[in-house]
């Protein structure tokens, strides 16, 4: 039985390396990449070898006869990637043997052309330094010195996915593994601009690569945002992963219903632990204040609310998977899927997640706690006195093209009340301007080419920028992996041509907490 990729999978590719017959799709070198909601292995070429198990760091492979409960519908997912579309047209990855590679290509390792030591600072330790760092000790030459203004390392690997999410944060075992290595340094408590200038980190080092992420959450631009019982995700998963910043948060659970705005796959966590059984999260690493208030909880029903239809969902057909398949009663309103059509170019996922939601819209309501995926709803008010008691909710519909196919939506004029104690507002995150370096306020990212940070058209000589700030908040944590390894080349060929000092860092002051 071949072997089979699950939820789990955050892209970064480090399987694909190990398949002697290159029968996991997409590669880095293939186009949608950058875009893909997973990695899939090919059935009929899997030859059962189990060599990707051991190099994925998050247990998201499994042989198809192993799947765990609540992972089955994988299966079929990776299979039907390699089969053709909906509407007949050619699959995702067709199974072509004559071009598949007898051994999965791996570039031979660079060899640093540059005498004498070479000192290399990051900000931030989270996913996309902690591969950057990787990527730079390849070469014996480089150290590394990190600096992060949190007491704990791996930024949203370790306060952002959720923490029923096991597998996913079993990642922080390769970045302890990497953090072992004797040239890497990192100093936590330690925030670049306040504990440390920007210029005085450039004087230290050959050059600056900053990976500070997108801290804050995008507004909800909308009257009565700032009303009593309105918390954004951000400060919600800070609060249940216990980031500092938010251990002071007040989350007031006493209502039958909360709302959440926005269906990423950062709504369906917070949906998802909002409706958790307290004691399966007691065995977690929940904060313990949260865990505390969820016991007490009074919530009943979340409504997780999507201004665009189902075939738009922002969450992923992984992430719907492990929330439906987990256990968690999800209800859908048949009318949102009716209005419902598949663009005749759409792929197997679509397909897959729109069956999915199908069979949640067939089944007889739920008791007791549940989540409603709800669609075609803007929220246009949060309504109540001081405190929040509901959101009022614009009903959009679809409109179509010339050619019939799906192109976005309009609003109907209907309204409506969604009663609410508790809303939450998940649309996404943003970056914030660093002092000192330039910054695109309209994209909320470090403007950069390959990496390299651009004031104009002209590069800032010796900083770098990888991760959240460099492409905006989208993307797993393996996507961090292929950015950050395009900044490291981008920096190593800078070296290599002179641009930047090669010579032992200066003596430090001692900083921070090692
Ligand atoms: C709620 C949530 C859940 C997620 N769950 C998953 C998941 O299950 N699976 C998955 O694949 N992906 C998940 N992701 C996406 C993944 O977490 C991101 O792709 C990844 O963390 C981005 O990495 P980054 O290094 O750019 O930023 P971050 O992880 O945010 O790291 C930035 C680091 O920089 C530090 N920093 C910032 N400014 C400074 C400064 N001035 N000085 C010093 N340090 C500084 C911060 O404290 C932080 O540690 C999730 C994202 C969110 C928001
Ligand atoms: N398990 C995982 O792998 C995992 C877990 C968490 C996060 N992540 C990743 O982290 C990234 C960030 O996730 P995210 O959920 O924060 O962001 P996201 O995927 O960009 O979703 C943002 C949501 O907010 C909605 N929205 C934005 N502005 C709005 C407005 N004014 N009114 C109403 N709705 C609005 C968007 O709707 P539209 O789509 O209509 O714009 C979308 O539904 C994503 O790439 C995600 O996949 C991954
Ligand atoms: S089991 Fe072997 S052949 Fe199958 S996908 Fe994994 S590495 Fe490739
Ligand atoms: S997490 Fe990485 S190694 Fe594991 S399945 Fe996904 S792409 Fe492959």
Not at 116 to 143: C, F, K, N, T
Not at 266 to 281: F, G, H, K, M, S
Not at 395 to 403: E, G, H, P, W, Y
Not at 475 to 486: C, L, P, R
């Amino acid at each position: 039985m071949p072997h089979v990729v699950t939820q789990a999978c955050c892209g970064d590719a480090s399987c694909v390396y190990a398949c002697p017959v290159n029968c996991i799709h997409p590669t880095p070198d293939e186009p949608d990449f950058g875009t893909s909601e997973m990695l899939y292995i090919d059935p009929a070429t899997c030859v059962d070898c189990g060599a990707c198990v051991s190099a994925c760091p998050v247990g998201a492979i499994v042989p198809g006869h192993r799947l765990p409960t609540g992972q089955e519908r994988f299966a079929e997912v990776n299979a039907s990637q390699y089969r053709e579309t909906v509407d007949g047209s050619a699959a995702r990855f067709p199974v072509d043997p004559a071009r598949r590679l007898p051994l999965a290509p791996i570039d031979r390792p660079r060899q640093l052309a540059v005498d004498g030591p070479v000192s290399i600072g990051i900000v931030g330790s989270g996913p996309s330094a902690m591969y950057a760092a990787d990527e730079l000790l390849r070469h014996p030459q480089v150290s590394v010195t990190m600096y992060e203004r949190l007491d704990r390392p791996f930024g949203l690997a370790r306060y952002g996915v959720a923490p029923d999410h096991l597998n996913t944060r079993e990642v922080m075992r390769l970045f302890d593994d990497i953090a072992r290595n004797p040239r890497l340094e990192i100093l936590l408590d330690t925030e670049v601009g306040r504990d440390i200038s920007l210029d005085d980190l450039r004087t230290r080092h050959s050059a600056l690569i900053w990976a500070g992420g997108a801290p804050t959450d995008k507004r909800l631009p909308i009257p009565g945002v700032d009303k009593a019982g309105v918390t954004s995700a951000t400060a919600f998963v800070g609060w249940y992963n216990g980031h500092p910043d938010f251990a002071d948060l007040s989350v007031d659970l006493s209502t039958e219903r909360a709302v959440v705005v926005g269906n990423g796959n950062v709504a369906l966590d917070v949906a998802r632990i909002l409706v958790a059984d307290p004691e399966t999260l007691a065995a977690t690493s929940i904060s313990r204040p949260a865990l505390a208030a969820l016991r007490t909880s009074s919530v009943q029903e979340v409504v997780v609310l999507g201004r665009r239809g189902p075939v738009h969902a922002a969450f992923t057909l992984p992430e719907l998977i492990g929330l439906v398949d987990s256990g968690v009663p999800v209800v859908v309103d048949p009318a949102d899927l009716e209005s419902t059509r598949i663009d005749s170019a759409a792929d197997n996922t679509i397909k897959t997640k729109l069956d999915i939601l199908s069979e949640c819209a067939s089944r007889p309501a739920p008791e007791g706690r549940r989540i409603r995926l709800a669609f075609f709803g803007s929220p246009l008010e949060i309504v109540g006195g001081e405190r929040a008691t509901g959101v009022l909710v614009g009903r959009n519909r679809l409109t179509v093209d010339a050619t019939g196919a799906a192109s976005g939506i309009e609003p109907t004029g209907q309204t409506s009340v969604l009663d609410a104690g508790l809303v939450l507002t998940s649309v996404g995150y943003r970056g914030v301007a660093v002092p000192g370096l330039p910054f695109d306020d309209d994209t909320g990212v470090i403007p950069h080419r390959a990496g390299r940070v651009l004031d104009g058209d002209e590069p800032v000589p010796g900083v770098y920028v990888t991760g959240w700030i460099k492409r905006g908040p989208t993307g797993f944590i393996g996507t961090n992996k292929t950015d950050s390894a395009e900044t490291v080349a981008s920096l190593l060929a800078d070296l290599e041509a002179g641009l930047l000092p090669t010579a032992a860092p200066r003596r430090r002051t001692l900083l921070g907490r090692r």
